[in-house]
């Protein structure tokens, strides 16, 4: 059975007082790219925070980082 197939058997399977909650959340998914933006930014950060490099936590400053990357204000 496919994804699509189960989904429409549960769908088919809830009362219709949960139906409005479902159908707020659909559109949601379905126009809604902050949600992927949001999944993206944790698995980023969650990277980060399993970094074992000591040196992460070290700063430079805006000056600095656009002088490395070449970059005139």
Do not use: W
């Amino acid at each position: 059975m496919s994804n699509r197939e189960q989904i429409v058997q549960i769908i088919d399977q809830l009362p219709d007082y949960k139906l409005s909650t479902l159908l707020v959340f659909l559109k949601g998914m379905a126009f809604d790219d902050d949600l992927e933006d949001d999944l993206f930014c944790e698995r980023l950060y969650q990277s980060y925070l399993d970094d074992p490099d000591p040196d992460k936590h070290e700063t430079i400053s805006l000056e600095d980082l656009m002088k490395q990357e070449g970059i005139e204000a």
